[in-house]
């Protein structure tokens, strides 16, 4: 089994910053690419970012240059600084990671952290 747990979201005002953390935990051999997507109220879930075990990160149009995505293998953790925060940011955020186990490589995602920006 493996689990993926977010945490570090919270209300913030326009404008401020969050830093959000996920840490994979498990039986896990190893880790491919981890990432972030959010899930606005009413919408579509959607990509923020993601970063490769070695390699070059990738943002989604509405992250870039405001959030970055950073992860920490040997802790099994992958980071989402968040600064210039919006109120169209409000959403919950999953982590996403593409793990390998003894049954191959799978997607998991962890259960969710809620950022509101709001005044």
Known sequence: QVQLVESGGGLVQPG???RLS??????IS?????GWWRQPPGKEREPVASVPTIGTTEYADHAKGRFTISRDNAKNTVYLQMNNLK???TAAYYCNGRVWTERGLQGYWG????VTVSS
């Not at 996920?22 to 039986?27: D, F, I, M, T, V």
């Open 22 to 27: 996920c840490a994979a935990s498990g039986s």
């Open 16 to 18: 401020g910053s969050l």
């Open 87 to 89: 109120p169209e940011d």
């Open 30 to 34: 190893a880790i491919s690419r981890m």
């Open 111 to 114: 259960q969710g952290t809620q």
